[in-house]
C-alpha cells in the first residue's frame, strides 16, 4: 500500500492559523467579559450578535482611549498609503507590511477592550472586515490586494458613522 504524503502547514501558514485564533480567542473574551460585567444574567449572547452595524437609539457608539488610538493608527496608516496605492505603486511588501500593521493595531485594541457589550458587538463587524482586508492586502486569501485596501477603507468609514471618535477624518488618498 502506498502512503500518500501528509500536507504539513508552512511557519508562515501555521502563523496565521495562531494569528487569526488569537484574534477569534480575544473578540469572544473581550465580549464575554463586557457581556458578563453589564448582564450577568444574559444568556446565548452569541446567538443574537448582531448581522449589521446600527446606532444606539440614534447615536454613534461610545469609544475608549485603545480604540481610539488604534483606529487612528490603522487610519493614518492608510492615509499614508492611498497616494501609491491609488497609482498602482504598491508593492506587494508594502501590502504586506500595511497587512501586518493593520492586526497588530486590532490586537491592541482587543487586548486593550473596554467596550460595553452592545458596543463590543458593533465593533465586531467592523473588526471583521478589518482583517478581511488586511487578509487580502497580505495575499493570504488569493484576492486583488487593492480590493483589501478597499474593505479597510470601507470599515474605517464605517467605524466613523456608528463610532463616536472626536476628530475622527477619513484617510484621504
Keep these: 500500500a502506498r502512503k500518500m504524503p501528509i500536507r504539513t502547514m508552512s511557519p508562515k501558514e501555521e502563523a496565521m492559523k495562531l494569528t487569526r485564533s488569537f484574534y477569534v480567542a480575544a473578540l469572544g473574551l473581550c465580549l464575554a467579559g463586557a457581556a458578563q460585567a453589564a448582564h450577568d444574567h444574559h444568556h446565548g449572547h452569541e446567538a443574537e450578535a448582531p448581522q449589521q452595524l446600527q446606532l444606539n437609539a440614534g447615536k454613534k ?102 463610532f463616536q471618535h472626536p476628530g475622527w477624518r477619513l484617510a484621504k488618498g
Excluded at 491609488?86 to 482587543?110: K, M, P, R, T, W
Excluded at 486593550?112 to 458596543?119: G, R, V
Design 61 to 162: 457608539w461610545a469609544t475608549d482611549a485603545s480604540l481610539r488610538q488604534a483606529m487612528s493608527g490603522i487610519n493614518q496608516a492608510m492615509s499614508k498609503a492611498l497616494p501609491l496605492i491609488h497609482h498602482q505603486q504598491f508593492s506587494d511588501a508594502q501590502y504586506q507590511a500595511l497587512a501586518e500593521g493593520i492586526n497588530q493595531q486590532i490586537a491592541f485594541a482587543i487586548e486593550n477592550c473596554k467596550l460595553d457589550a452592545q458596543a463590543d458587538a458593533m465593533l465586531h463587524l467592523i473588526v471583521a472586515d478589518l482583517q478581511g482586508g488586511a487578509e487580502l492586502m497580505s495575499g493570504k486569501a488569493g484576492g486583488d490586494r487593492h480590493d483589501g485596501a478597499v474593505q479597510v477603507m470601507h470599515a474605517l468609514k464605517s467605524y466613523g458613522q456608528y
